[in-house]
Each structure stands twice: as C-alpha cells, then as structure tokens.
C-alpha cells in the first residue's frame, strides 16, 4: 500500500509541479526562466494592454460559446433516442470521433475545406470544434437524456401535447445533463488546439494558438518573454479553473437541494 501511495504523489507531482512553477515564474523580475530578480506584476500589466491577447481571448470565447451551444442542442435529440434499439445505433454514429485521433479528424476537416473552397476563419474553426463536440455533449446528456423521453412518453400518456411534455418534463430532467455538456464542450473548445491550427485561417488566433505561437519564438518582442509568455499561460489557467469550480459549485448546490428534498 505504500508503494502505491508513493506512486499517486509521485504522479500528482509529474502533473502539478510543471504548472506551479510555471506560475511562480510568472511574477518574475527577470525576463528568463531560472534567474529569480524579485517579485513583480510587470508581465501581468503588461497582458492587460496586449490588444493581441485581448482579441486571441474573444475569438476563444466566441467559438467556445457557439460550439458548446451548437453542439448541446444537437446532442438532445440524439440523447433523447438513444433509448432500446435506437441506442445501439445512435451510439454507433457518436462515438467513432471520440475514438479516433484528433489530429486525423482536424487534417481530414482542413481537406474537406480547402476542398470545397470554403474560406478558413471564425466559421470553419467553429466547425471543427463543434463536429469533434457533439460526441462529447452525447455522451454527458444520454444518461438523463433517455429517463427525460420515457417520462415524456408519460407526460403524454397522461393527456399533455408533444411541446408541454418537451418543455415542461423532458427539459428539467435533462437539465443536469445539459448543464455537464454545456460545461464540457465549452472547455474542449475554449482549450482546443489541434482542431483550431489545422483549421484556422491567416490572422485568427485563439489563447492556445497565441500561447504556442509566442513559445516557439521566445525573447523576441516583451510579449514573446519567458514570463509573459508564463502570465498568459496562466491566465488561461485561471479562467478554465474559475469555470470548472463554477460548474462543481452548481453541482455541488444542487445535490443539496435534492438531499433536502
């Protein structure tokens, strides 16, 4: 038992002890990782004025929002008939794209569009984020989603029209669900970066696609330094936590209201 609790430290220490000391040195004096000058906040004003970092954040958010909201309202109705015989074969046609690599699928994608002339940008970046998500807001839905339809069927049998039954019965049950595949695809996509560089166009950057294209050309402006470079890495750290723990928080929320229920 030993054995195995040193191995879970050693492991949790693989993957924090990078990020921690990637965020010390982001409030560092120096302009190099290693050379500790004093503490400061000068890479944190300085993302506040970095209008390209600004723009990169609002592209993120954008496609992020729009993918999450695209892909969730696709994935209630498939959720929704992901029940008996028609399980099987809904299942069939989701999960092939959690499965396959996403470098094939974005390569495949970037082809598809050059193929068909369609031009790369907001829209295209917007499509391969919401194709690679629906699986994703599947797989969060379809628990609840086929105990929303049988109570539906219920609703119905009961003397309430298709649209009540919907509305009233099959979306709050399958409210839980919806919330977990809102939140989820909108991380995917707000951190995607595979998907958004093969199919990005000319001057449409996102925060993971700036972050790696300032980190292969360190040093070369204030805003390419190691420590900037670092508060910008960290700053998109930062909005990803504040989301989950607001989504932890909801869930944690509403576990308690229905204990006291």
Same mark, same amino acid.
């Given at each position: ?5 040193? #191995? $879970? ?6 993957? #924090?002890?990078?990020?921690? =000391? ?15 000058? &004093? ?50 074969? =809904? ?29 790369? &940008?907001?829209?295209s970046v917007l499509i391969g984020h919401t194709a690679f998500n629906i699986a994703y807001a599947y797989i969060a839905l379809s628990p609840v989603g086929g105990a929303g339809a049988r109570l539906a069927v219920a609703a119905r049998t009961l003397g309430a029209d298709r649209f009540t039954a919907f509305l009233k019965v ?6 839980? &669900? !919806? !919330?977990?595949?809102? &939140? ?24 993971? !696609?700036? =972050? ?26 930062? !909005?990803?936590? $504040?989301?989950?723990?607001? #989504? ?14």
């Open positions: 038992m030993k054995l195995l609790r040193y #191995y $879970t430290y050693a492991l949790i220490a693989m993957l #924090y002890i990078p990020i921690i =000391v990637m965020i010390l040195y982001s409030f560092d004096n120096s302009k190099y990782f290693g050379e500790w000058n &004093g503490f400061t906040l000068r890479w944190y004003e300085q993302l506040l004025h970095d209008t390209q970092a600004w723009s990169a954040l609002k592209n993120s958010m954008v496609v992020a929002v729009l993918s999450a909201v695209i892909s969730t309202a696709i994935a209630i109705p498939a959720a929704l008939m992901a029940r008996d015989r028609e399980k099987d074969i =809904v299942s069939l046609m989701i999960y092939p794209p959690v499965i396959i690599p996403e470098i094939t699928e974005a390569v495949a994608l970037m082809l598809l569009l050059i193929y068909l002339g369609f031009p790369l &940008g907001l829209v099959t979306i709050p049950v399958s409210m839980p &669900g !919806i !919330i977990a595949a809102l &939140g989820l695809t909108f991380m995917m996509s707000f951190t995607d970066f595979i998907k958004t560089l093969f199919t990005k166009g000319p001057g449409f950057d996102t925060l993971p !696609i700036l =972050v790696w294209n300032r980190a292969r050309r360190p040093g070369l402006t204030p805003y390419t330094s190691q420590p900037a470079i670092a508060a910008l890495a960290t700053t998109l750290i930062l !909005i990803s936590i $504040t989301i989950a723990l607001a #989504y932890t928080l909801y869930e944690v929320r509403r576990s308690e209201k229905q204990g006291e229920l």
